[in-house]
Protein backbone atom coordinates (compact mmCIF):
# COMPACT_ATOMS: atom_id res chain seq x y z
CA UNK A 1 0.00 0.00 0.00
CA UNK A 2 2.74 2.24 0.28
CA UNK A 3 3.55 2.50 -3.59
CA UNK A 4 1.56 4.16 -5.83
CA UNK A 5 -1.08 2.76 -8.49
CA UNK A 6 -1.11 2.78 -11.86
CA UNK A 7 -4.92 4.73 -12.49
CA UNK A 8 -5.74 1.99 -14.64
CA UNK A 9 -5.19 -0.91 -12.11
CA UNK A 10 -6.36 1.32 -9.52
CA UNK A 11 -9.64 1.72 -11.44
CA UNK A 12 -10.05 -2.26 -11.82
CA UNK A 13 -9.70 -2.88 -8.46
CA UNK A 14 -12.38 -0.24 -7.15
CA UNK A 15 -14.74 -1.98 -9.48
CA UNK A 16 -13.99 -5.12 -8.60
CA UNK A 17 -14.93 -4.70 -4.86
CA UNK A 18 -18.22 -5.34 -5.59
CA UNK A 19 -20.61 -6.31 -8.29
CA UNK A 20 -23.57 -4.76 -10.37
CA UNK A 21 -26.79 -4.55 -7.89
CA UNK A 22 -29.61 -6.44 -8.37
CA UNK A 23 -32.07 -5.92 -11.50
CA UNK A 24 -35.45 -4.36 -11.19
CA UNK A 25 -38.32 -3.89 -13.50
CA UNK A 26 -39.66 -0.29 -14.41
CA UNK A 27 -41.36 1.42 -17.54
CA UNK A 28 -40.49 3.02 -20.32
CA UNK A 29 -41.05 6.04 -19.18
CA UNK A 30 -38.65 5.41 -15.96
CA UNK A 31 -35.77 4.52 -18.53
CA UNK A 32 -33.91 7.40 -19.03
CA UNK A 33 -29.97 6.76 -18.45
CA UNK A 34 -30.80 3.84 -16.47
CA UNK A 35 -28.85 0.47 -17.49
CA UNK A 36 -30.18 -2.19 -18.80
CA UNK A 37 -29.13 -5.64 -17.30
CA UNK A 38 -30.55 -8.23 -20.05
CA UNK A 39 -30.17 -8.10 -24.35
CA UNK A 40 -33.40 -6.38 -25.38
CA UNK A 41 -33.96 -8.94 -28.29
CA UNK A 42 -36.83 -8.04 -30.99
CA UNK A 43 -40.21 -10.13 -30.06
CA UNK A 44 -41.25 -8.74 -33.80
CA UNK A 45 -41.16 -8.20 -37.15
CA UNK A 46 -41.02 -3.75 -37.35
CA UNK A 47 -42.41 -2.97 -39.34
CA UNK A 48 -44.75 -6.40 -39.08
CA UNK A 49 -46.01 -5.96 -43.25
CA UNK A 50 -44.66 -3.28 -46.28
CA UNK A 51 -46.01 -0.05 -45.04
CA UNK A 52 -46.40 3.30 -47.97
CA UNK A 53 -43.71 6.42 -47.10
CA UNK A 54 -46.06 8.45 -48.61
CA UNK A 55 -50.01 9.87 -49.55
CA UNK A 56 -50.60 8.31 -52.82
CA UNK A 57 -52.05 4.96 -54.25
CA UNK A 58 -50.67 1.45 -54.32
CA UNK A 59 -50.40 0.27 -57.73
CA UNK A 60 -48.82 -2.74 -59.75
CA UNK A 61 -45.52 -1.45 -61.08
CA UNK A 62 -45.92 -3.06 -64.33
CA UNK A 63 -49.58 -1.52 -64.82
CA UNK A 64 -47.64 1.92 -65.49
CA UNK A 65 -48.59 4.50 -67.20
CA UNK A 66 -52.10 3.40 -66.24
CA UNK A 67 -55.17 4.94 -66.32
CA UNK A 68 -55.64 2.70 -63.11
CA UNK A 69 -59.67 2.11 -61.02
CA UNK A 70 -59.49 3.29 -57.69
CA UNK A 71 -60.77 0.31 -55.99
CA UNK A 72 -61.04 1.66 -51.99
CA UNK A 73 -57.87 3.07 -49.45
CA UNK A 74 -55.77 1.85 -46.99
CA UNK A 75 -54.97 3.54 -43.58
CA UNK A 76 -52.54 3.51 -40.86
CA UNK A 77 -54.14 1.25 -37.91
CA UNK A 78 -55.88 -0.94 -40.33
CA UNK A 79 -55.81 -4.20 -42.77
CA UNK A 80 -56.98 -3.24 -46.34
CA UNK A 81 -59.61 -4.52 -47.54
CA UNK A 82 -58.80 -6.23 -50.89
CA UNK A 83 -56.31 -7.00 -52.83
CA UNK A 84 -55.67 -4.84 -55.86
CA UNK A 85 -55.22 -6.77 -59.32
CA UNK A 86 -54.64 -5.64 -62.83
CA UNK A 87 -55.61 -2.43 -63.31
CA UNK A 88 -56.27 -1.32 -60.12
CA UNK A 89 -55.66 1.08 -57.65
CA UNK A 90 -55.62 1.66 -53.80
CA UNK A 91 -56.15 5.27 -52.47
CA UNK A 92 -53.26 4.85 -49.28
CA UNK A 93 -51.87 7.09 -46.40
CA UNK A 94 -48.30 7.17 -44.51
CA UNK A 95 -47.29 4.37 -42.57
CA UNK A 96 -50.62 2.58 -43.55
CA UNK A 97 -50.05 -1.52 -45.14
CA UNK A 98 -49.10 -2.07 -48.35
CA UNK A 99 -52.46 -4.23 -50.08
CA UNK A 100 -51.19 -7.85 -51.30
CA UNK A 101 -51.28 -7.34 -54.89
CA UNK A 102 -49.47 -3.94 -55.10
CA UNK A 103 -45.78 -3.31 -55.02
CA UNK A 104 -45.42 0.52 -55.45
CA UNK A 105 -46.44 4.12 -54.67
CA UNK A 106 -47.59 6.20 -56.50
CA UNK A 107 -47.27 9.52 -54.99
CA UNK A 108 -50.30 11.95 -54.78
CA UNK A 109 -48.88 15.17 -56.56
CA UNK A 110 -48.07 12.53 -59.63
CA UNK A 111 -51.54 11.60 -60.16
CA UNK A 112 -55.27 13.16 -60.50
CA UNK A 113 -58.56 11.51 -59.44
CA UNK A 114 -61.71 11.81 -61.28
CA UNK A 115 -64.09 9.74 -59.41
CA UNK A 116 -62.91 5.90 -59.58
CA UNK A 117 -60.28 6.90 -62.58
CA UNK A 118 -56.77 7.66 -61.83
CA UNK A 119 -54.86 9.02 -64.37
CA UNK A 120 -50.64 9.76 -64.55
CA UNK A 121 -49.95 13.51 -64.24
CA UNK A 122 -46.43 13.77 -63.64
CA UNK A 123 -43.55 10.93 -63.39
CA UNK A 124 -44.39 8.48 -61.47
CA UNK A 125 -42.41 5.91 -59.53
CA UNK A 126 -39.15 5.44 -61.22
CA UNK A 127 -38.67 1.47 -59.42
CA UNK A 128 -40.75 -1.08 -58.86
CA UNK A 129 -41.09 -1.30 -54.60
CA UNK A 130 -40.56 3.13 -54.87
CA UNK A 131 -41.93 4.63 -51.83
CA UNK A 132 -42.42 1.37 -49.90
CA UNK A 133 -40.60 0.30 -46.30
CA UNK A 134 -40.29 -3.48 -46.39
CA UNK A 135 -41.37 -5.13 -43.61
CA UNK A 136 -38.65 -5.86 -41.58
CA UNK A 137 -36.78 -3.14 -43.04
CA UNK A 138 -35.78 -1.55 -39.25
CA UNK A 139 -35.57 -4.78 -37.43
CA UNK A 140 -36.65 -8.46 -37.45
CA UNK A 141 -37.35 -10.46 -34.61
CA UNK A 142 -34.65 -12.31 -32.97
CA UNK A 143 -32.37 -8.94 -33.82
CA UNK A 144 -30.47 -8.18 -30.76
CA UNK A 145 -31.72 -4.32 -31.39
CA UNK A 146 -29.86 -3.31 -27.62
CA UNK A 147 -26.92 -5.66 -25.42
CA UNK A 148 -26.89 -5.88 -22.15
CA UNK A 149 -24.70 -2.57 -20.37
CA UNK A 150 -26.11 -0.13 -22.77
CA UNK A 151 -27.14 3.38 -21.11
CA UNK A 152 -30.87 4.21 -22.10
CA UNK A 153 -30.78 7.25 -24.32
CA UNK A 154 -34.20 8.55 -25.54
CA UNK A 155 -33.75 6.82 -28.74
CA UNK A 156 -32.34 3.37 -27.18
CA UNK A 157 -35.89 3.50 -25.03
CA UNK A 158 -37.92 4.16 -28.80
CA UNK A 159 -36.40 1.26 -29.83
CA UNK A 160 -36.93 -0.86 -26.63
CA UNK A 161 -40.47 0.29 -26.48
CA UNK A 162 -40.57 -1.24 -30.47
CA UNK A 163 -39.26 -4.34 -29.67
CA UNK A 164 -42.64 -5.71 -28.28
CA UNK A 165 -41.32 -5.49 -24.67
CA UNK A 166 -43.61 -4.65 -22.29
CA UNK A 167 -40.98 -3.43 -19.56
CA UNK A 168 -37.27 -3.03 -19.16
CA UNK A 169 -34.70 -4.41 -16.60
CA UNK A 170 -32.55 -2.50 -15.78
CA UNK A 171 -29.99 -2.55 -12.47
CA UNK A 172 -31.03 -0.57 -9.07
CA UNK A 173 -29.93 2.55 -8.76
CA UNK A 174 -26.69 2.49 -6.03
CA UNK A 175 -27.40 4.45 -3.28
CA UNK A 176 -24.55 7.56 -2.84
CA UNK A 177 -23.92 9.01 0.26
CA UNK A 178 -21.21 12.35 -0.22
CA UNK A 179 -19.38 13.69 3.37
CA UNK A 180 -17.59 16.32 3.62
CA UNK A 181 -14.98 16.72 6.07
CA UNK A 182 -12.87 19.64 7.48
CA UNK A 183 -13.41 21.99 10.02
CA UNK A 184 -12.52 24.92 7.58
CA UNK A 185 -16.09 24.24 5.70
CA UNK A 186 -18.92 25.94 5.90
CA UNK A 187 -21.89 25.51 3.65
CA UNK A 188 -22.60 27.62 0.42
CA UNK A 189 -24.14 31.54 1.26
CA UNK A 190 -23.25 31.11 4.73
CA UNK A 191 -20.99 34.09 6.68
CA UNK A 192 -17.39 32.92 7.11
CA UNK A 193 -15.04 33.49 10.06
CA UNK A 194 -11.25 33.63 9.81
CA UNK A 195 -9.72 30.19 8.20
CA UNK A 196 -13.29 29.23 7.13
CA UNK A 197 -14.15 28.08 3.06
CA UNK A 198 -17.88 27.70 1.58
CA UNK A 199 -17.71 24.33 0.73
CA UNK A 200 -17.49 23.82 -3.22
CA UNK A 201 -17.07 20.35 -3.37
CA UNK A 202 -20.47 18.92 -2.00
CA UNK A 203 -22.64 21.07 -4.86
CA UNK A 204 -20.40 19.67 -7.64
CA UNK A 205 -20.55 16.39 -6.65
CA UNK A 206 -24.23 16.45 -6.59
CA UNK A 207 -23.91 18.02 -9.63
CA UNK A 208 -22.17 15.32 -11.22
CA UNK A 209 -23.97 12.61 -10.09
CA UNK A 210 -27.33 14.43 -11.31
CA UNK A 211 -26.73 12.58 -14.62
CA UNK A 212 -25.98 9.25 -13.29
CA UNK A 213 -28.61 6.88 -12.22
CA UNK A 214 -27.47 7.22 -8.44
CA UNK A 215 -29.52 8.13 -5.95
CA UNK A 216 -27.80 10.74 -3.70
CA UNK A 217 -28.55 11.57 -0.12
CA UNK A 218 -27.85 14.87 1.07
CA UNK A 219 -24.31 15.57 1.67
CA UNK A 220 -23.57 14.93 5.26
CA UNK A 221 -20.66 17.06 6.99
CA UNK A 222 -18.40 15.79 9.58
CA UNK A 223 -15.84 17.82 11.29
CA UNK A 224 -12.05 16.81 11.66
CA UNK A 225 -12.89 14.29 14.44
CA UNK A 226 -12.36 10.84 13.82
CA UNK A 227 -14.73 9.21 16.48
CA UNK A 228 -17.39 11.08 15.27
CA UNK A 229 -16.19 9.96 11.53
CA UNK A 230 -15.96 6.10 12.17
CA UNK A 231 -19.67 6.56 13.60
CA UNK A 232 -20.82 8.28 10.51
CA UNK A 233 -19.84 6.32 8.17
CA UNK A 234 -20.65 2.91 10.21
CA UNK A 235 -24.46 4.17 9.76
CA UNK A 236 -24.01 5.18 6.30
CA UNK A 237 -22.40 1.68 5.57
CA UNK A 238 -25.96 0.02 6.74
CA UNK A 239 -28.02 1.91 4.11
CA UNK A 240 -25.76 3.06 1.29
CA UNK A 241 -23.75 0.99 -1.71
CA UNK A 242 -21.55 3.70 -1.70
CA UNK A 243 -19.89 6.34 0.45
CA UNK A 244 -17.91 9.03 -0.72
CA UNK A 245 -15.72 11.02 1.64
CA UNK A 246 -14.21 14.48 0.75
CA UNK A 247 -11.21 15.69 2.01
CA UNK A 248 -8.94 13.79 5.10
CA UNK A 249 -7.49 11.56 2.83
CA UNK A 250 -3.74 12.66 3.04
CA UNK A 251 -1.45 12.07 5.25
CA UNK A 252 -1.70 15.03 7.89
CA UNK A 253 -2.62 15.03 11.42
CA UNK A 254 -6.55 16.15 10.74
CA UNK A 255 -6.85 13.15 7.72
CA UNK A 256 -8.82 11.17 9.52
CA UNK A 257 -10.52 9.07 6.68
CA UNK A 258 -8.14 6.28 6.80
CA UNK A 259 -8.46 5.79 10.45
CA UNK A 260 -12.11 6.71 10.75
CA UNK A 261 -12.70 3.59 8.19
CA UNK A 262 -10.78 0.96 10.06
CA UNK A 263 -12.38 1.72 13.31
CA UNK A 264 -15.50 1.63 11.84
CA UNK A 265 -14.81 -2.46 11.09
CA UNK A 266 -13.92 -1.66 7.33
CA UNK A 267 -11.18 -2.57 5.26
CA UNK A 268 -8.59 -0.52 3.30
CA UNK A 269 -8.16 -1.97 -0.23
CA UNK A 270 -5.52 1.00 -1.88
CA UNK A 271 -4.51 4.45 -0.96
CA UNK A 272 -2.41 6.65 -3.16
CA UNK A 273 -2.54 6.43 -7.06
CA UNK A 274 -0.12 7.86 -9.27
CA UNK A 275 -1.97 10.70 -10.74
CA UNK A 276 -1.65 14.29 -10.70
CA UNK A 277 -4.18 15.84 -8.90
CA UNK A 278 -6.21 13.61 -6.65
CA UNK A 279 -2.64 11.27 -5.36
CA UNK A 280 -4.57 10.48 -1.76
CA UNK A 281 -7.02 8.23 -2.82
CA UNK A 282 -8.52 5.90 -0.70
CA UNK A 283 -10.78 2.94 -1.65
CA UNK A 284 -12.12 0.24 0.81
CA UNK A 285 -15.52 -1.40 2.15
CA UNK A 286 -17.69 -1.30 5.21
CA UNK A 287 -20.23 -4.45 5.06
CA UNK A 288 -21.25 -4.21 1.64
CA UNK A 289 -20.71 -0.26 1.02
CA UNK A 290 -17.96 0.92 -0.63
CA UNK A 291 -16.27 3.46 0.51
CA UNK A 292 -14.36 5.97 -2.14
CA UNK A 293 -11.91 8.67 -0.29
CA UNK A 294 -11.64 12.00 -2.40
CA UNK A 295 -8.74 14.13 -1.91
CA UNK A 296 -10.65 17.47 -0.38
CA UNK A 297 -8.74 20.33 -3.40
CA UNK A 298 -11.72 21.06 -5.63
CA UNK A 299 -9.70 20.09 -8.59
CA UNK A 300 -8.97 17.13 -7.03
CA UNK A 301 -12.04 15.91 -6.03
CA UNK A 302 -13.45 17.04 -9.27
CA UNK A 303 -10.71 14.67 -11.53
CA UNK A 304 -10.98 11.89 -9.17
CA UNK A 305 -14.46 11.91 -9.20
CA UNK A 306 -14.50 11.58 -12.54
CA UNK A 307 -11.79 8.67 -12.95
CA UNK A 308 -13.40 6.56 -9.83
CA UNK A 309 -16.28 7.47 -8.58
CA UNK A 310 -18.63 8.08 -11.30
CA UNK A 311 -17.40 4.65 -12.92
CA UNK A 312 -18.13 3.47 -9.82
CA UNK A 313 -21.51 4.09 -9.85
CA UNK A 314 -22.14 3.05 -13.54
CA UNK A 315 -20.63 -0.01 -13.06
CA UNK A 316 -22.78 -1.06 -9.93
CA UNK A 317 -26.14 0.33 -11.92
CA UNK A 318 -25.12 -2.24 -14.66
CA UNK A 319 -22.95 -0.37 -17.12
CA UNK A 320 -21.17 -2.52 -19.96
CA UNK A 321 -18.47 0.09 -20.33
CA UNK A 322 -18.40 2.51 -16.96
CA UNK A 323 -14.75 3.83 -17.94
CA UNK A 324 -14.69 7.36 -19.03
CA UNK A 325 -14.11 6.79 -22.73
CA UNK A 326 -10.53 8.07 -24.13
CA UNK A 327 -10.77 10.36 -27.23
CA UNK A 328 -7.46 12.41 -29.26
CA UNK A 329 -6.98 15.78 -30.60
CA UNK A 330 -4.34 17.95 -31.98
CA UNK A 331 -2.34 20.00 -29.17
CA UNK A 332 -3.38 24.08 -29.73
CA UNK A 333 0.11 25.11 -27.71
CA UNK A 334 3.49 22.87 -26.79
CA UNK A 335 3.45 20.53 -23.89
CA UNK A 336 5.81 19.85 -21.41
CA UNK A 337 7.15 16.65 -20.46
CA UNK A 338 5.52 14.52 -17.65
CA UNK A 339 6.60 13.73 -14.45
CA UNK A 340 6.79 10.27 -12.03
CA UNK A 341 2.59 10.93 -12.04
CA UNK A 342 -0.35 11.10 -14.92
CA UNK A 343 -1.28 14.78 -15.34
CA UNK A 344 -4.90 15.26 -15.95
CA UNK A 345 -4.88 18.54 -16.95
CA UNK A 346 -7.86 20.92 -17.20
CA UNK A 347 -8.12 21.92 -20.33
CA UNK A 348 -10.56 23.44 -23.10
CA UNK A 349 -11.02 21.71 -26.88
CA UNK A 350 -12.33 24.10 -29.13
CA UNK A 351 -12.24 23.52 -33.05
CA UNK A 352 -10.75 20.36 -32.53
CA UNK A 353 -7.62 21.36 -30.68
CA UNK A 354 -6.81 21.24 -26.79
CA UNK A 355 -5.43 24.12 -24.98
CA UNK A 356 -4.32 23.66 -20.98
CA UNK A 357 -5.34 25.97 -18.99
CA UNK A 358 -3.95 28.63 -16.84
CA UNK A 359 -3.90 27.39 -13.52
CA UNK A 360 -3.54 23.71 -12.65
CA UNK A 361 -3.68 24.11 -8.71
CA UNK A 362 -5.23 21.49 -7.15
CA UNK A 363 -6.87 24.03 -5.09
CA UNK A 364 -7.94 26.17 -7.92
CA UNK A 365 -11.51 25.66 -8.88
CA UNK A 366 -11.80 28.76 -11.93
CA UNK A 367 -10.22 26.67 -14.43
CA UNK A 368 -13.28 24.23 -13.92
CA UNK A 369 -15.55 26.74 -14.49
CA UNK A 370 -14.36 26.96 -18.34
CA UNK A 371 -12.79 23.02 -18.78
CA UNK A 372 -14.15 20.72 -20.68
CA UNK A 373 -11.74 18.53 -21.04
CA UNK A 374 -8.84 16.37 -18.87
CA UNK A 375 -5.75 16.63 -21.01
CA UNK A 376 -3.81 13.75 -20.21
CA UNK A 377 0.23 13.58 -19.96
CA UNK A 378 1.37 9.94 -19.13
CA UNK A 379 3.96 9.72 -17.08
CA UNK A 380 7.75 10.47 -18.39
CA UNK A 381 5.76 11.88 -21.36
CA UNK A 382 8.05 13.28 -24.24
CA UNK A 383 7.53 17.25 -24.70
CA UNK A 384 5.49 17.82 -27.38
CA UNK A 385 5.08 20.35 -29.91
CA UNK A 386 1.67 22.31 -30.92
CA UNK A 387 -0.12 20.09 -33.24
CA UNK A 388 0.95 16.99 -32.20
CA UNK A 389 -2.44 14.40 -30.98
CA UNK A 390 -2.93 14.14 -26.94
CA UNK A 391 -5.77 11.87 -25.09
CA UNK A 392 -8.43 13.55 -23.01
CA UNK A 393 -11.63 12.88 -21.13
CA UNK A 394 -14.43 15.23 -22.96
CA UNK A 395 -16.00 16.36 -19.28
CA UNK A 396 -19.02 18.23 -18.55
Not at 120 to 146: K, M, Q, V
Not at 279 to 298: E, F, R, S, W
Not at 329 to 343: C, E, F, N, Y
Request: aromatic share 4%.
Amino acid sequence: MSGLLPVEEAQARLLALRGPLPPEKISFSEGFRRYILHDILAQRDQPAAPLSAMDGYAIRFDDLPGPWTIVGESAAGAAPGRTVNAGEAMRIFTGAIVPDGADTIIVQEDVAADGSTLTLTGDGPATRGSHIRPRASDFAAGDCLLPAGTRLTPGAIAAAAMSGAAQLVVGRRPRVAIVTTGDELVQAGRALTAGQIPDSNSPMLSALLAGEPAAVSLPHHVRDDRAILAKVLKDLARRHDVIVTVGGASVGDHDHVRGALQDAGGQIDFWKIAMRPGKPLIAGTIGDAVLLGLPGNPSSAFVTATLFLLPLVRHLAGARDPLPAIHQALLATALDGGGGRRDYLRARLENGRLTPLTGQDSGMTLPLATANALLIRDIAAPPRKAGALADYIVIA
